[in-house]
DNA sequence: GTCTAGCGTCTGGCATGCTAGCGGCGGGGG
DNA sequence: CCCCCGCCGCTAGCATGCCAGACGCTAGAC
């Protein structure tokens, strides 16, 4: 029943503090909150979007949402139906088996990249992580485990300055986030995903691309090849 | 030249066929428009971009011209400086070091995947493509070449059904393509592409993973290294 | 002469009303 | 009873009007 109107005070800012934060669009809002949701689990694969009830939950027009659902649409979270509706992505082991081709190719060439290209708090910070990796690993931690697994990935990425490449790998997670939770590893492997770990670092800090880049693609090989084992066991939750 | 992805038949006799419509939106083909625009060089890097000139121009509001730019943004080939204006993004030797280390891994693990894989039909396409490239080369017929070498690694690339990696990797060839004019390569340099592309193909058609690989990642390290020699010749002529 | 403050203009961001096309559902005919 | 067809409601797409913020220019003060 709002007529039109600034969104000053009482309308949008509800309740919210005056807060002198980035300078960020309702549409990257409309955007962070929705992946959020899909990507917790909270709209399965397949559902429909509703923008109206987006729209009166944040509190915003159709034209912001409207365009966090195309950028959505352009990273294949959601896919758009013209004229017909939004829905969340289904996930397609074909699609999961080319997300983790194109992982595998970036990951094992930047850190053949990053080979003897990290500074020394970057190598500290690696050498901590894989501490901890295996403290982790020999209490069974998997939750902490998953953390500094992804911490781990990171720190090689951002020893270089690669915006674009860290931007699709990003993107990447997002979708390999949602089959993880699916992908329970089996506790045995911790101590192998540790060393191969540690083999990449090694390489790293040794300074041999070649190394670094096979140690890579050896341990997302692994990974690749847990979830096509997962697939035999379950087709059924993936789409064609 | 050829379009992006989309393998429908094209508008051959529009107004005559009823079924296979044009269900292209407007936002689409605007953003054909501006790209095409960026790409030939008629906008310069920085320049500015006039959203209402694109408006009269193409007759249309500015919404789909607004969505049409917000995803050229997404790909980085604009830049949009919020309640300021949108712009040609500029030409960083950084960037473009990026995206080379980008495609480099792509296309060096298709590569791998691809070997020994291709159907008949791709091989015989294949040879054909080198045979051809051999002919252009003798020639010195240097556009002949260049498309001849992009319709080689598309081959490869296609010959895999990889959506979203020939996604990227078109987005890639976007950038790649602002700088391929000035990157005059030396004349010589052609009989020498034409042997890696031929190495490339028989390590795939031999069905040997690790030496497509290798093959194509050597094959790309020379175009990066032919761009480093260009930015110390001209390093005037990129940003940063 | 220089620096600064204020205003004008230009731009992107947002709200909202309207249109066209797809799908589902119910009614009518076989 | 079943199938087909047309109507209705839904959605994305589009047009348009307004708002707020960022530059730039100019005028006024020091």
Do not use: W
């Amino acid at each position: 029943m709002s007529k039109a109107q600034p969104v000053t005070a009482d309308s949008s800012d509800a309740g919210r503090s005056p807060a002198p934060k980035e300078r960020r669009s309702k549409a990257d809002q409309v955007y962070d909150d929705v992946k959020e949701t899909i990507l917790s689990g909270r709209l399965d694969p397949g559902a429909a979007i509703d923008k109206i009830e987006i729209c009166d939950r944040l509190g915003v027009s159709r034209f912001p949402v409207t365009t966090a659902i195309n950028r959505l649409a352009f990273e294949r979270l959601v896919v758009i139906e013209p004229q017909h509706g939004s829905f969340v992505a289904r996930i397609s082991a074909h699609d999961i088996r080319e997300y983790m081709l194109v992982r595998r190719a970036l990951e094992s060439e930047i850190a053949g990249e990053a080979a003897g290209r990290l500074s020394d708090g970057e190598r500290l910070e690696l050498s901590r992580n894989l501490r901890y990796q295996k403290a982790a690993a020999s209490a069974k931690d998997m939750p902490g485990f998953y953390a500094l697994d992804v911490a781990f990935h990171r720190i090689i990425v951002r020893s270089l300055d690669l915006s674009h490449a860290s931007g699709i790998l990003e993107g990447l997670r997002a979708h390999l986030e949602r089959v993880r939770r699916m992908l329970l590893t089996p506790p045995g492997r911790l101590p192998k995903t540790c060393a191969e770990h540690a083999a990449v670092a090694d390489a790293i800090v040794a300074g041999d691309k070649a190394k670094a880049r096979e140690a890579m693609r050896a341990h997302l090989e692994q990974t690749t090849k847990l979830f096509e084992t997962f697939v035999r066991e379950r087709p059924d939750m993936f789409s064609t």
